[in-house]
């Protein structure tokens, strides 16, 4: 359809004889002209309205045009987030309430300046977004999942010295490149180094025969050196006093003297605190099963990956043992905490001497002995579902059958 000519019989310099009526309203002479599509328009309202597609893209241009010509100064900041929240308001206006809109104008500023901005700065609507946030698991797919370096390949080619100390171990092809594109990835992800110094016989430490006990604390202490690294995401160094407190409450031999007298008792054990109400979020016995499969394929490595674990498990509660010296405000709990972390370092390093003195058929044993433990586990969970769906079926045919009725 072409443009509409309306001729004046009378014309005027304010009433020329040609003029152009309104593609929009029709109603009205056209007063401007879409940059765009060229189409004719009387007002902004039918600008508005003539052209969805242009109306969007135009103001986007703006938006990115004006961005693009910004410095990162203060006043440019303050015209950025400007920009941001009125586009962001103009766009979403009818479909998103102003109380969810997401983080507060000082909460922004802080981020913008490079300040860190932790859960206690949070506005109360903020940490329930936050909170949503972590349910939903929506902060999850942010983070990079870690890697367990006992899943490696060069975990399978690990050797120590007779004494126990650490060799020099060059890293495969295939991780040194892909360590080499994320640099910042190395420490949570490369091998443990072991010992530093040769580690001295049992003889030497105890004048009797060691526990026969020793083999179901090493899983006991396996299981709570895994799930301290799965939930830290390898990076224990992050929280150290944390992660250190984290491995005392998973596990029993060195968080509480516990003195579990079988494979089977160690498991449940671990499996319960990993189900409690201050873990269970983490994904509760479908977790605990997880941990069970990295406990035996250390095992499953041998004594060299067993003792390149608890030497890093030496080196963590050395290092909540050295934060808490630094700076816990209550002396009393301070000293109570830090003789518990004492005392599981003491216990770490004679099971670390007790390992390298074992063959190396023991740990094959152990592996298939932790494995049958979590099989019967799994049978459990599997019987648990079974019995909950046939009792939400009666319930589902006992309500049809009350309707019929």
């Known amino acids: 359809m072409g443009d509409t000519i309306v001729t004046s019989e009378n014309p005027s310099p304010l009433n020329p004889s040609n003029r152009i009526i309104c593609r929009v309203c029709q109603k009205q002479f056209s007063e401007y002209t879409c940059p765009r599509c060229n189409s004719r328009y009387c007002s902004l309202q039918c600008y508005k309205s003539h052209s969805l ?22 006043e440019t900041r303050h015209k950025m987030l400007d920009i941001l929240k009125r586009f962001h308001s103009e766009e979403d206006m009818d479909s998103v309430d102003e109380d969810d809109s997401g983080l507060s104008e000082e909460t922004i500023q802080k981020i913008l300046s490079g300040s860190q901005v932790g859960f206690d ?64 990835s190395n420490q949570a992800n490369e091998i443990p180094p ?13 004048s009797t025969e060691p526990s026969p006990l020793l083999t179901v604390h090493l899983v006991d202490v396996l299981y709570s050196y895994c799930f301290t690294l799965r939930i830290y995401n390898g990076d224990w160094q992050s929280d150290t006093v944390g992660s250190a407190m984290v491995l005392l409450s998973i596990s029993s031999v060195l968080g509480q003297a516990g003195q579990p007298e079988t494979v089977s008792e160690a498991v449940s054990h671990c499996l319960e605190q990993t ?36 030497c890093d498990l030496q080196r963590l509660i050395r290092a909540g043992e050295r934060e808490l010296k630094l700076g816990m405000p209550r002396k009393s709990k301070r000293a109570e905490t830090r003789s518990r972390l004492k005392h599981a370092e003491r216990k770490i390093y004679f099971i670390m001497c007790w390992v390298h003195e074992q063959p190396d058929e023991a740990w094959s044993s152990l592996a298939a002995i932790v494995k049958a433990e979590q099989s019967s586990a799994m049978d459990i969970v599997l019987a648990q579902r079974s019995v909950k769906m046939e009792d939400e079926s009666k319930s589902r045919g006992k309500v049809l059958i009350e309707e019929v009725q």
């Open 53 to 74: 597609r242009c109306t969007e893209s135009f103001m986007r241009e703006n938006v990115m045009e004006e961005l693009g010509q910004m410095q990162p100064d203060d």
């Open 275 to 310: 189900c409690s109400p201050a873990y269970r979020h983490l994904g509760g016995l479908q977790f605990g099963l997880r941990l069970l499969d990295d406990v035996i394929s250390l095992l499953s490595l041998g004594r060299p990956a067993l003792v390149c674990a608890l």
């Open 121 to 184: 700065d949070l506005s109360p609507n903020e940490k329930r977004l936050f909170q949503r946030a972590v349910a939903s698991g929506e902060l999850s797919k942010m983070i990079k999942p870690w890697d367990p370096w006992w899943l490696k390949p060069s975990a399978k080619t690990l050797s120590l010295s007779r004494e126990g100390n650490q060799l020099v171990q060059p890293l495969l092809k295939e991780e040194t490149s892909e360590d080499d594109d994320h640099p910042e």
């Open 194 to 206: 072991g010992p530093e110094t040769p580690l001295p016989p049992l003889s030497k430490l105890i």
